[in-house]
T-cell receptor
Framework: KQEVTQIPAALSVPEGENLVLNCSFT??????LQWFRQDPGKGLTSLLL?????REQTSGRLNASLDKSSGRSTLYIAASQPGDSATYLC???????????FGRGTSLIVHP | KAGVTQTPRYLIKTRGQQVTLSCSPI?????VSWYQQTPGQGLQFLFE???????NKGNFPGRFSGRQFSNSRSEMNVSTLELGDSALYLC?????????????FGPGTRLTVT
C-alpha cells in the first residue's frame, strides 16, 4: 500500500525566500506525481505533474523534481510571495487503479 | 474549457438526514472521483466512476454511495448522516485518453452535520 509523507508539515518564511517542500513515497512503481495547491476551504489547484519517466517539471517560479528510485519529490518555490501562502499537497497514483494517494500537505505562510 | 463544478457549495444538515452532492466534470472527461477531506484524516478516496460504472471504492461504509449519468455528471449520496461526516467533499475528473492521468478538482462542497 502506497504511503506518502510530506515534510515539513508547516513552514513560515519571510517574503523573498527560496523554498523546498518535500514529498516521499514508499512504492516506486508510480505513474506520475502531481503537486497541488489548496487555499483554505477551497478545492485543489494542480500546479505540476511529473510523469514517471521525467526528472523534473517547471512552471514559472515553481520547479518539481522526481527521483523514483529513492521515492522522493521536491517542490522548489523561488522568490516566495505572500500570495504563495497555502497548503501544498503531493499525490501519487500507483497500482492498477490509478487512484492517487495524497500526503497530508505542507502548510506554507509567507509573510511580508 | 470550463472546470469541474460542484453544487451546492455549502450544506448544513442534521444527524440522521441524508444528502446528495453533485459534480459536473470537465467536458470530455469520463472519470469522476470523490474524496472526503477532514482535518484529522486528510484527503481520503471515496469512489471513482467511469462510464456510469463504479470502478474503484475506498474504505467507507455503505452509507456513502454514488452514481454517474450518461453525460458523466456524478452524484454522491450520504444517508443517515453522522457528526463525523462533516467535511469538505471534493470531486475530481480526469481524462482517460493519453497517459497523464492528471486530475482536476472542483471547489468542493462543505458539509456541516449538526
Amino acid at each position: 500500500k502506497q504511503e506518502v509523507t510530506q515534510i515539513p508539515a508547516a513552514l513560515s518564511v519571510p517574503e523573498g525566500e527560496n523554498l523546498v517542500l518535500n514529498c516521499s513515497f514508499t512504492d516506486s512503481a508510480i505513474y506520475n506525481l502531481q503537486w497541488f495547491r489548496q487555499d483554505p476551504g477551497k478545492g485543489l489547484t494542480s500546479l505540476l505533474l511529473i510523469q514517471s519517466s521525467q526528472r523534473e517539471q517547471t512552471s514559472g517560479r515553481l520547479n518539481a523534481s522526481l527521483d523514483k528510485s529513492s521515492g522522493r519529490s521536491t517542490l522548489y518555490i523561488a522568490a516566495s510571495q505572500p500570495g504563495d501562502s497555502a497548503t501544498y499537497l503531493c499525490a501519487v497514483p500507483s497500482g492498477g487503479s490509478y487512484i492517487p494517494t495524497f500526503g497530508r500537505g505542507t502548510s506554507l505562510i509567507v509573510h511580508p | 474549457k470550463a472546470g469541474v463544478t460542484q453544487t451546492p457549495r455549502y450544506l448544513i444538515k442534521t444527524r440522521g438526514q441524508q444528502v446528495t452532492l453533485s459534480c459536473s466534470p470537465i467536458s470530455g472527461h469520463r472519470s469522476v472521483s470523490w474524496y472526503q477531506q477532514t482535518p484529522g484524516q486528510g484527503l481520503q478516496f471515496l469512489f471513482e466512476y467511469f462510464s456510469e460504472t463504479q470502478r474503484n471504492k475506498g474504505n467507507f461504509p455503505g452509507r456513502f454511495s454514488g452514481r454517474q449519468f450518461s453525460n458523466s455528471r456524478s452524484e454522491m449520496n450520504v444517508s443517515t448522516l453522522e457528526l463525523g461526516d462533516s467535511a469538505l467533499y471534493l470531486c475530481a475528473s480526469r481524462s482517460t485518453s493519453g497517459v497523464t492521468y492528471e486530475q482536476y478538482f472542483g471547489p468542493g462542497t462543505r458539509l456541516t452535520v449538526t
